[in-house]
């Protein structure tokens, strides 16, 4: 399913930003295991890393969204150059009331994207939701870059009112309506924030990917009262509290889970890794 908001931005404005912000370091998108081709990110807005230096330059486009009333979690830019591939891959969100939008800002007819087989022809400035549930994948056989705006948020009432009014999902209409206050101690769970360092070589087993040709960042944050893994400031898996030293990795096809270590000062003083009874010394950085 993918559906056009009632929405649209400047192309101008989106072309300015991006401009200001190409040629900061991008990062591999997806997990880079996954096979896919000259495709890469650059996050302008991350919630719950605040370790990531603001961006001047990308200012009047995320007022922008924050006027719309959206709930940011994730927002990038995500580049496919000229011969890249989106690998065919499913998208799992670290909660049901997550949804990806996308805002092209670069493309053609030239640049084949599929979602859930059916082409999806997004035009610049247009806002478009998307279930990256289901199988996707794309080429571009042109030789400019692709440049997408991609936004993850949570459901909200506000959100629902940029879709047209006979289309809007049961499911997303649901999870609107979940109270956004939860009752959770929010002081135990942020006890485990870290970043970590994946070692060169390191594969998720079952998952498909290939080994990590080198190493790769890695953290784990409390992000609306619930625990992530991102990797490259992306989100890639959800955890849960075990005890007050042990995570459970959600999304994985077999047991994994997370032991640490804290000092006196109850800060993380190392990590262990558990996935399907193999245990894997995590660095942290």
């Known amino acids: 399913m993918n559906l056009r908001l009632n929405k649209t931005f400047s192309v101008e404005m989106l072309t300015r930003v991006y401009n200001g912000i190409k040629n900061i370091e991008s990062a591999p998108a997806g997990y880079p295991g996954e096979g896919n081709f000259n495709w890469n990110t650059i996050p302008i807005y991350s919630l719950g890393n605040e370790e990531r230096e603001s961006l001047p ?42 949804v990806r939008l996308h805002i092209p800002v670069f493309t053609n007819q030239n640049v084949e994207f599929f979602l859930d087989d059916l082409r999806c022809n997004w035009q610049p400035g247009e806002l478009w939701f ?8 794309g080429v571009n056989k042109s030789q400019q870059t692709r440049v997408h705006l991609v936004i993850d948020v949570t459901v909200t009432k506000d959100l629902l009112k940029l879709f047209p009014l006979d289309s809007i999902p049961l499911a997303l209409i649901a999870a609107a309506k979940l109270d956004d206050h939860v009752e959770i101690d929010t002081k135990t769970l942020s006890r485990f924030n870290c970043n970590f360092l994946l070692p060169k070589g390191f594969s998720l087993p079952g998952m498909g990917f290939l080994d990590l040709n080198e190493s790769l960042k890695g953290s784990v944050r409390l992000i609306d009262a619930e625990l992530c893994v991102l990797v490259n400031d992306q989100p890639l898996l959800k955890a849960l509290a075990l005890t007050e030293d042990k995570i459970s990795l959600v999304g994985l096809p077999m047991e994994a889970y997370v032991d ?26």
Do not use: W
Request: aromatic share 6%.
């Open 130 to 137: 998307g279930d990256f549930s289901k199988p996707h994948h």
């Open 57 to 98: 330059q990308t200012d009047e486009l995320l007022d922008e969204l924050k006027a719309m009333k959206l709930r940011l979690r994730l927002v990038r830019f995500m580049m496919l150059e000229p011969d890249g591939i989106i690998k065919e891959h499913s998208d799992s969100f670290l909660s049901d009331r997550i």
């Open 260 to 285: 640490y270590v804290f000092s006196r000062e109850n800060t993380v003083k190392s990590l262990a890794l558990n996935i399907a009874g193999t245990c894997i010394d995590v660095e942290l950085i």
